[in-house]
């Protein structure tokens, strides 16, 4: 198996950055374009020329950067069929069941919506790493903006479902608000209450709280655990379905 190296960093006020790159081929794939300055900045830090961009999904603060990259290095970019019409400078339209390669990199898609109608996610099976921007956040998960909460649901269980050692980079870093909203649900999860600490210490001392990963975040996401009774019992919905008790927690995220 290949290697993979990956860098990370704030562009905008709060959205991660990641470049990928692989050191066979020196094939360089930027995971959404947030920021083409702040882009570019990091290539010519690192010595790497962009050879692809990976499109999650169409808000401008994934998609700003493209046209500008994309000009100035001729990068292939790929991104979700169902928001063509939405996002320009496409080369290549995918969806769930697709798969491409960057350099020597298997790259899986699969459909997450429910933050935007076409949000897609990007699985790198023999890297144990996903990207799923907007859909899930470190210990959260994304508005519903576009979608309805069964879709949002249904989209966070195929993150759920795979391999629990599997590395998972979102989009922004909200993590601290995250976790206090976290604890709020779930005051008494003993996992949650140590995270929230760690997370806030390194937030203190500027360090980035992903990647993190799905058997984490199956443990300490209220959002991936609306199953647990003591959730349940807390929200007085003890005879809902999963996906109720997960509007639920959005909705109160959403005014909290
Ligand atoms: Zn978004
Ligand atoms: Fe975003």
Known sequence: M????????????????????????????????P?????????????????HILVTHHHADHTDGILPLKSETGCKVIGPKAEASRIQGLDQLVAEGDTFKVGNIQVDVI???????GHISLVLPDHKTAFV??????????RIIEGNPEMMWNSLQKIARLPKDTDLYCGHEYTVANAKFALA???????????????????????LTQPTRVDIELETNPFLRPHVPAIRERLGMKDKKDWEVFAEIRERKNRS
């Open 133 to 142: 921007a907007d859909t899930l956040f470190v210990m959260g998960c994304g």
């Open 111 to 117: 459909d997450t919506p429910g933050h935007t109608a």
């Open 35 to 51: 920021d083409a300055a702040d882009i570019r900045r990091e290539l010519a830090a690192k010595g790497w020329k962009l050879s």
């Open 185 to 207: 649900i779930e005051p008494n999860n003993q996992k949650l209450v140590e995270r929230a600490a760690q997370v806030t210490a390194m937030r203190a001392r500027n360090a």
């Open 2 to 33: 290949s290697r993979l190296d990956i860098h990370q960093f704030i562009s905008r006020s709060d959205n991660f950055a990641v470049l990928i790159h692989d050191p066979e081929t020196g094939a360089i794939a930027s995971i959404d374009a």
